[in-house]
């Protein structure tokens, strides 16, 4: 199958032959992810990087925070206050709270830019390469809620394969991992278009569930999900140094804390990472041997924001025997090579073929 830019316009039916095109006619590109949103604004830059998270008052329906403020509400509420994460592996749950919130953080300013420029006329928006109809409709919806008279679909994988600078277009293949919070997509991709791919249901947040289980499991202590980090953190040490957390015991409700071992939290993330690299087998397995051996020397390039989470790197070298690369600024290279797409900075997919 090889599906690169694909297209579900508003007006659904509508024959699209020239995808490049269409994107360059968008003025605004959107990447929603389970964990943050990003807008990029054609010529305005990215204007939106954060939390894709809405607090609203359960009795009246107001909205009371969005992004960041909203996200340092979660667990913290009374309640009458619910903190609503409105996108879910890549694609929006709950369209309403997705457009309430999009609409409260591109702001009044923004949002009068953009009409000045007739910017929400189109819009381009990431989803996931294997999303469903009820996905796709589903982003497209968000959009032309809040604005968008067109709505072009643009595979993650593709998108942040054109952030991260690869190649894609090109008649070799690219591998990326777009590590996310919720999900890892994995693709090849090669001429522009997506050959061989699959979504693994792992993320930062399963990683952090992980760390968090294990705790619980092995030190009977409820951590905080503040408390994580600094263990993800202790990984790139690798020395055998402890690091001290506090959490609540599960059995007296008490704070206390616990020196954790680096190889104890490696042993916990042990399981999610095995089925990575297992995912990433069985993508190449579904390869042609020409791309698979263009990847022998290229490796893969990991983008996402858990790229960054330490050692994931070499865990995947080891688990494969290829090189791994992480792309600069990971977080951002789907915003990234949507907006390229948007600003007509890329030449068109495909046109090295002869
Ligand atoms: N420096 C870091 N170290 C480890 N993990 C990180 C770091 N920065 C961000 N993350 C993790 O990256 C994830 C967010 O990445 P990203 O912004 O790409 O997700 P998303 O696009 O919102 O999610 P998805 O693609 O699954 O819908 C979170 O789980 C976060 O914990
Ligand atoms: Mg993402």
């Known amino acids: 199958m090889r599906a690169g ?17 269409q994107l360059r006619r968008c003025s605004v590109a959107v990447d929603l992810g389970s964990a943050r949103t990003r807008v990029h604004i054609k010529q305005a830059g990215l204007v939106v990087d954060e939390p894709s998270a809405v607090a ?29 994460r409105p996108v879910c592996n890549g694609t929006v749950i709950d369209i309403e709270m997705a457009q309430r ?28 390469h294997n999303a469903d109809p009820l996905a796709r409709s589903a982003a497209v919806e968000t959009l ?23 190649p894609v277009e090109q008649p070799e293949a690219t591998m990326i991992l777009v590590c996310g919070a919720t999900t890892t997509q994995i693709a090849v991709l090669s001429l522009g278009a997506i050959v061989s791919a699959t979504t693994v249901p792992m993320g930062g947040n399963t990683i952090h569930h992980a760390v968090v ?63 990575l690299s297992d995912a990433i087998r069985s993508v190449l397995h579904n390869c042609p041997p020409d791309l698979v051996a263009d990847l022998a020397d290229s490796g893969m390039v990991l983008a996402g924001g858990s790229a960054q989470l330490p ?3 070499e865990r995947l070298r080891a688990g494969t025997g290829m090189p791994v690369h992480i792309a600069d600024q990971p977080s951002l290279c789907a915003v990234n090579g949507l907006a390229a797409m948007v600003e007509g900075q890329i030449r068109p997919l495909g046109a090295e073929v002869h």
């Open 5 to 21: 830019l694909s297209h579900a316009p508003a007006r659904m039916g509508l024959n699209v032959t020239n995808p490049l095109d």
């Open 56 to 84: 609203v008052n359960t009795f009246s329906g107001a909205l009371i925070a969005v992004g960041t403020a909203a996200e340092r509400m979660d667990g913290r509420t009374p309640g009458h206050i619910r903190v609503v």
């Open 101 to 128: 919130m999009l609409r409260a953080l591109v702001g009044t300013t923004v949002r009068r830019a953009w009409r000045r420029r007739g910017a929400m006329q189109r819009a381009a928006v990431t989803i996931p």
């Open 144 to 166: 032309t809620g809040v604005g968008a008279k067109q709505v072009e679909l643009v595979d993650t994988p593709t998108a942040a394969g054109v952030g991260c600078g690869l």
């Open 213 to 275: 289980q294990h705790l619980r499991n092995h030190h009977e202590l409820i951590l905080p999900s503040q408390a994580v980090r600094p263990l993800h953190l202790a990984l790139t040490g690798g020395n055998g140094g402890t690091t001290e957390v506090w959490g609540r015991d599960v059995a007296t409700g008490m704070a206390r804390t616990v020196c954790i071992n680096p190889d104890d939290v490696r042993a916990a993330i042990e399981a999610p990472l095995i089925g």
């Open 311 to 313: 050692g994931l790197d």
